[in-house]
Every structure is written in structure tokens, then in C-alpha cells.
């Protein structure tokens, strides 16, 4: 099984990006994160097309997630208890024995402000909800635009962002209470080195000079990491024309 995610900013401007990148990549489970697509406008059709079912939770002009699946997902979850959020930024479905949780993280927009209490208190609500998840569902991916720089491996130049929003010491420490639930971010169980990166700014030629910052990730549970056979990022859509500011990232695991 491949699972891939994906920040598309704006699936109606990526679409033709998407099924190309499906069509030679071939996941099986592809979260998205800011569809930017309202439930009705979603392209179930297009995407039936190019082999894939669809579930989804929009909104107009911002935010949006959704989950594609060459199997029908199941128990789908929209909203959690606790978490009063008309932005639409959770999905959960069951995909082929596989419990996916895709999520698109609060940005938080500068440390102190109220939209950064915010971001923390939405992830503090997200790990309970994922507290119960990973009880029910041991078979657990957790996946997404997290607005979270794991450590500083994950940021081009640390001193400069110091512990500014997305690197922040709270970030971090809410992004560790979810993996201390028993979740592993995957991309690390393969490579250690630092400068690899799933986000880049549009300005500045930030994506040739590789001024990045890993934000995108993959938590796999206990039960799944030693079916882990690989992970990677896959640079290649952010080279195309009109892309993303993010790049897929991928899990393969050793299940059928």
C-alpha cells in the first residue's frame, strides 16, 4: 500500500497536476490538504476517472481536505467533539484495514497572537481525538500539512526562523504529544540528514535555492512501523508550472 499527502493550494488550479502525479506515482491513499473547494464543486467525477473514490470536507476559497482511495474509504469523520471549527481541516475514513487521518494544521500566523493560542489549542483537541483513534484503530496513519517544522533538521536555516511561528518550542512540544500517543513520523524512520524539505515560498527562488522547510509528514502507529518499507518527498510537481508551494510525500507499507 502507497500513501501519499499533499498540500494542493487550490485543487481547481492542480487538478491536471494531480492526476498526472497519480498516474505515474500510482498511490493507493492520497490525502489532500487545501482543496479550497466547496463540497458541491469537488471533481468526484474527474478523479473517478483516474481510479479514485472520494471523501471530502470543503469550504469556499480557504481550507478543505479530502482523502482519495482506490478503495471505498469508510467511517468517515468530518468533526470531533471538543473542537468547535466551522474551517474545515479534519477528515478521517477506514481505507483496506488502514485508519487515515488527514489533517490540515492551523498556520498560527506569528508567535502571540490570538490565532496562535489558537493552533495550540486546536492540536490539543486533535491529539485527544487521536487518543481514542489509535485505541480503536491500531492500524493508524496520521497525515498532513502539519504548520509544524519537526526539529531543526527540518528548517533550511534555523537561526534565522529561531523560534519563530512553525518552529516554535510550544509547536514542537504539541506536535510531540501526538507522536508520545504511540505515532512515528515516518520519513525519519529512513533518513536522518537534514535539508530535506516539502515546503517552499514562492518568493525569493526559495524552491531552487532549497530555502524550505519539512512541514508536510506521515505518523504511522506502533502496530504499522515495522511494515514500513519506505518514505520519501517527491520534488518533481514543485518544478512544474503553476505548482504548489508544497511537494508530495509518501509512505509505502508492506500491506495488501
Known amino acids: 500500500m502507497k500513501i501519499a499527502s499533499w498540500n494542493v493550494n487550490s485543487l481547481k488550479v492542480r487538478l491536471p497536476q494531480l492526476t498526472e502525479w497519480a498516474a505515474e506515482a500510482r498511490p493507493d491513499i492520497i490525502a489532500l490538504q487545501e482543496t479550497k473547494l466547496e463540497d458541491t464543486k469537488f471533481p468526484v467525477d474527474e478523479l473517478a476517472a483516474a481510479g479514485y473514490r472520494s471523501v471530502y470536507s470543503g469550504q469556499k476559497t480557504y481550507n478543505g ?38 489533517l490540515y494544521v492551523v498556520n498560527g500566523k506569528a508567535v502571540g497572537d490570538e490565532k496562535y493560542a489558537y493552533k495550540l489549542h486546536w492540536l490539543a483537541r486533535v491529539r485527544e481525538f487521536l487518543a481514542h483513534e489509535i485505541e480503536r484503530h491500531p492500524n493508524l496513519v496520521v497525515l498532513g500539512d502539519f504548520n509544524i517544522a519537526p526539529d531543526d533538521r527540518d528548517v533550511y536555516d534555523p537561526v534565522t526562523w529561531g523560534e519563530d511561528i512553525l518552529c516554535s518550542p510550544p509547536e514542537r512540544a504539541a506536535l510531540k504529544a501526538i507522536t508520545d500517543l504511540g505515532l512515528h513520523d515516518s520519513f525519519r524512520l529512513f533518513e536522518q540528514a537534514g535539508e530535506h524539505y516539502s515546503w517552499w515560498d514562492y518568493r525569493q527562488a526559495a524552491f531552487r535555492r532549497n530555502m524550505g522547510l519539512r512541514i508536510d509528514l506521515i505518523l504511522v502507529s506502533d502496530a504499522l512501523k515495522p511494515v514500513a518499507t519506505a518514505a520519501a ?18 509512505l509505502d507499507l508492506d500491506i495488501q
Not at 67 to 93: H, K
Not at 233 to 241: A, N
Open 233 to 250: 518527498i517527491d520534488r518533481t510537481p514543485r518544478r512544474w508550472e503553476r505548482p504548489s508551494d508544497h511537494t508530495p510525500v509518501t
Open 65 to 102: 481536505v479530502a482523502i482519495l482511495a482506490r478503495d471505498e474509504p469508510t467511517d468517515i469523520v468530518t468533526d470531533i467533539p471538543g473542537l468547535d471549527d466551522p474551517q474545515r481541516r479534519i477528515l478521517a475514513a477506514t481505507v483496506g484495514g488502514v485508519r487515515v487521518v488527514d
